[in-house]
């Protein structure tokens, strides 16, 4: 993931719904991350499957 900094008046300039969106998107790339580690291997299997549409 690529990682940005940013000022604290660079902050304060992103609108709160922006700010919000990637903020839900960063967390919810790290619960999905963090789910796979616990996948079986044939779980996993399903998992690609269905994400490439083959299930």
């Known amino acids: 993931m690529v990682k940005a900094k940013f000022s604290p ?14 903020l839900r998107k960063i967390m ?3 619960a999905v991350a963090g789910m796979l580690d616990d996948f079986t291997p044939e779980q996993m299997e399903i998992f690609d499957a269905a994400v490439e549409g083959r299930w």
């Open 9 to 22: 008046e660079q902050l304060q300039a992103i609108d709160d719904e922006d700010l919000a969106g990637r």
């Open 28 to 30: 919810t790339t790290h």
